[in-house]
């Protein structure tokens, strides 16, 4: 019997065969393969097109072969290597061109909102590119196979790879279910496309580059991680609205939400092709040196790869995303659920840098439109500059809160307008008074009453005002009261928002950094 050890050693350590011997073992099963890869030399289908029959056989036998290849070690093998890599370059572009052609067939129906270019007509190019690769693709890929002993094989009779198309549909006669409240659900799926546009931005890359400037851009700026992050996201987006609103009584009352719909799935599809084209590039023909690449012509050019992934795949999915953005802004704000806050404003020097912005983050991540009311103003609460505006009330506000405060303490009623009396003594005895009852909150510790001189004929309450005003503008103290404002808006962004204030808008009443809970770590991102 075998030890542990030895069985473990053979596991991982497969019987070596020769090269003969592996030939004469798959031969039979790389016959589809190649019938169709001879097949796919003539273009079968009408006027020089691929038909999706023949491409969905075409890229399920390459993907058998290359499971195959792999499982046997053809990667690391001199004389299967060229072929394995043939029939990778096969399964990609096969697969590639069928989602161009289900876009071909399907786009009508999506119900898509107008963008700058002809859309059908591109992907008509970008079908023929592909259309070129994959027949340059199957000519290598029998030439390779007679170079290393496959046989001759006759192709795959085309009749078999009609692509049969009726011009209508069936009735639509299935009994639609009914949604009691759709607006969460609605609102969720609005929110998370508004929010996805954001992590896409990578996209834009198309309009800041020159196409000799395209292949700088990976991996870098582009790459097949992040592009199949997208397309997961994505995915998972139009998963969810299927589950939960296609068939369904509220998507035939309102048209916005097919056309949402439509958009996350051509959006996805075409993020599956920009995964498959990156995907290509990045393994195949974007290699450290040029001893790596092997000695067989490679079905495309790396330039013509990145134009179709630049110009089409990439260019597209920002098109359709910026095109449905005020889509889902007009869902939301359709299907929102209205509500008010009242809230105290930051500790810390009211709505400067971070709590704005981390506010504005808030509502920019749900996509609603959320206002900020200070007595008569009205402020839009997804802008910093807006909220920082509110700065001017705000220690309006505590100037006179302040004044009031040192119209009744002690020291000042008893001071007087005594000749001779020493305004800054006075002083001191106020800030102790203020210290004391927590009026205040001093940054600075440093600070000294030398600095501001009484004028003549000031009385202790005028240069205490002075005083306080000239250290609140230079952040050298706070006013410490409980002003309040409210946000008006979408509930869910004001559950956010008010979880935020909670946490002093992610500050102490120091300024310093504080951890957020866990609900708002997108704030993070």
Not at 26 to 50: Q, Y
Request: hydrophobic share 40%; net charge negative.
């Amino acid at each position: 019997m075998k030890s542990v050890r030895e069985n473990k050693e053979t596991a991982e350590s497969p019987e070596v065969i020769g090269e003969k011997s592996f030939l004469s073992a798959v031969t039979d099963s790389m016959r589809p393969l190649l019938g169709l890869a001879k097949l796919g030399r003539t273009r079968p289908g009408r006027e020089g097109a691929f038909t999706r029959p023949f491409l969905a056989r075409l890229g399920l036998e390459s993907m058998r072969i290359e499971e195959t290849l792999d499982a046997c070690g053809a990667r690391n093998n001199r004389s299967w290597f060229p072929f394995r890599e043939l029939v990778a370059a096969t399964k990609i572009f096969s697969q590639a061109a069928y989602m161009l052609l289900h876009l071909r067939f399907t786009t009508p129906v999506y119900q898509l909102l107008p963008i700058e270019e002809d859309f059908p007509q591109a992907t008509d190019a970008a079908i023929d590119t592909l259309t070129g690769i994959i027949e340059a693709a199957s000519k290598e890929l029998l030439r390779t196979a007679r170079k290393i002993g496959l046989p001759d094989v006759e192709a795959d009779n085309g009749e078999d790879f009609r692509d049969l198309v009726p011009s209508g549909g069936l009735p639509v006669d299935r009994t639609r279910r009914h949604i009691e409240e759709p607006g969460k659900t609605v609102c969720y799926l609005a929110t998370a496309f508004l929010n996805l546009s954001e992590e896409s931005r990578l996209l834009e890359i198309h309009k800041n580059v020159q196409e000799e400037e395209y292949a700088l851009c990976i991996p870098d700026s582009i790459n097949e991680e992040a592009l199949r992050e997208l397309e997961n996201k994505f995915h998972n987006l139009q998963s969810l609205y299927d589950t939960n609103i296609s068939n369904s009584d509220i998507e035939d009352q309102d048209r916005n939400l097919r056309i949402m719909r439509g958009h996350v799935s051509i959006i996805f599809h075409l993020l599956e092709t920009a995964t498959a084209f990156s995907h290509y590039y990045e393994r195949h023909l974007h290699l450290p040196t040029e001893e790596m690449r092997w000695p067989f012509h490679y079905p495309v050019s790396p330039e013509t790869l990145l134009r179709v992934l630049m110009t089409y795949s990439i260019a597209f999915a920002y098109r359709f995303m910026k095109a449905a953005q005020d889509l889902c802004h007009n869902i939301l704000r359709v299907y929102a659920e209205e509500g008010r806050i009242e809230v105290p404003v930051p500790n810390y020097r009211g709505f400067h840098v971070r709590p704005s912005t981390l506010v504005a983050k808030i509502i920019a991540h749900y996509g609603s439109k959320v206002e900020m009311l200070l007595e008569d103003e009205v402020y839009d609460a997804s802008r910093p500059l807006e909220l920082f505006r509110a700065n001017e009330q705000i220690n309006a506000k505590k100037r006179r809160f302040i004044a009031e405060e040192l119209a009744s303490l002690p020291a000042v009623q008893e001071w007087g307008k005594a000749e001779g009396a020493d305004l800054k003594e006075g002083l001191k005895e106020i800030w102790v008074s203020l210290l004391s009852h927590h009026r205040v909150v001093v940054y600075d510790q440093d600070f000294t009453y030398n600095d501001l001189e009484p004028f003549e004929d000031e009385t202790l309450i005028e240069y205490a005002k002075r005083w306080v005003a000239h250290c609140l503008a230079l952040g050298k103290i706070d006013v410490d009261t409980n002003i309040l404002v409210t946000f008006a808006g979408d509930k869910r962004v004001l559950e956010d928002i008010k979880l935020l204030v909670e946490n002093g808008y992610g500050e102490d009443k120091f300024g310093n950094n504080v951890v957020l809970p866990a609900k708002l770590s997108y704030l993070r991102r």
